[in-house]
């Protein structure tokens, strides 16, 4: 019937017949129902809504602003994406954010601040969409700018800490990472409900440590990058240690290093010593360095 009354009303708007539009709009086919494969013509993407989701109506793509309801990406207004979060009870639209690792590089701090609005960070979540005009699913991972869910006044669950920017945080649950540098163990972290596995790893700028999932790069000295950060062990040397993603001052890039205690050394090998990161004052935790000649 949906099909029937979808080509029923193309055939009218050849004519110029205004009665099967959503607004009065003899230049789209904005408003026109959907076929029965949730399909519309080219532009238009079918816009799913009403009780209990029986609505099927074509809407042009690009026109729905932020923080309305929308079905598919292709809905919202260039840069932004439809998403659903915890916090709502509806897909709506969203400004999107560069991809990242949770905060697990000081630089995405920065970022953050460039790409959203005061008082947001860049959350990352789980979605599975329907790709445009097709019943294709695809399972991935996107980001986009939101409230942040801790501040001074709101602070996060003693388990936790919490991470900030932009005038917010975003909570993480906190691990010592210390830990493995008496046993290789990813410490006490735990799988995220993705089913991905984590490691003990410095988050945002500060001395604040998180489970974060960790990367494939295994080995000391290789670069690694807030897309994948170092692997939670280290391969090619006589000993496993835990690895973190870090720069040793801002003028470096981003490599593999082990970490180490602060003040004994402890996680070091003898040509090495335990060196301060210097966005992170005070850590009770550095990275190891060659010794110099």
């Not at 163990?185 to 001395?207: D, V, W």
Request: hydrophobic share 25%; proline share 3%; glycine share 6%.
């Amino acid at each position: 019937m949906r099909n029937f009354l979808y080509y029923h009303c193309a055939m009218f708007l050849i004519l110029f017949t205004a009665d099967c539009y959503l607004e009065k709009d003899f230049n789209s086919v904005h408003g026109l129902l959907c076929d029965e494969n949730n399909k519309c013509l080219p532009g238009y993407a079918c816009h799913i809504s009403g009780k209990d989701n029986k609505d099927f109506k074509c809407v042009k793509i690009r026109t729905i602003p932020l923080g309305k309801a929308c079905t598919v990406d292709e809905h919202c207004m260039q840069g932004h994406q439809c998403a659903q979060l915890l916090d709502d009870s509806y897909k709506k639209c969203y400004k999107s954010c560069e991809d990242h690792t949770h905060y697990g590089t000081a630089d995405v701090i920065a970022e953050v601040e460039k790409n959203c609005e005061k008082g947001e960070m860049c959350f990352r979540y789980e979605r599975q969409t329907i790709a445009l005009n097709s019943d294709t699913v695809v399972t991935e991972f996107k980001y986009v700018c939101h409230k942040g869910n801790c501040d001074d006044s709101n602070p996060c669950p003693y388990y936790q800490s919490c991470v900030k920017a932009n005038g917010t945080g975003q909570c993480y649950s906190t691990c010592n990472i210390l830990q493995s540098t008496d046993t290789i163990m990813l410490n006490s972290c735990l799988p995220l409900e993705s089913g991905e596995q984590t490691n003990c790893h410095p988050i945002g700028i500060g001395n604040a440590t998180a489970c974060l999932p960790f990367g494939t790069v295994s080995r000391v000295g290789d670069p690694c990058s807030k897309f994948n950060l170092c692997a939670p062990v280290s391969t090619g040397e006589e000993t496993s240690r835990h690895l973190i993603c870090e720069r040793l001052n801002e003028d470096s890039t981003t490599q593999c290093f082990a970490v180490c205690e602060a003040g004994s050394g402890k996680g070091c090998f003898d040509n090495e010593v335990c060196a301060e990161i210097t966005h992170r004052p005070n850590a009770e935790y550095g990275i190891c360095v060659q010794k110099a000649e």
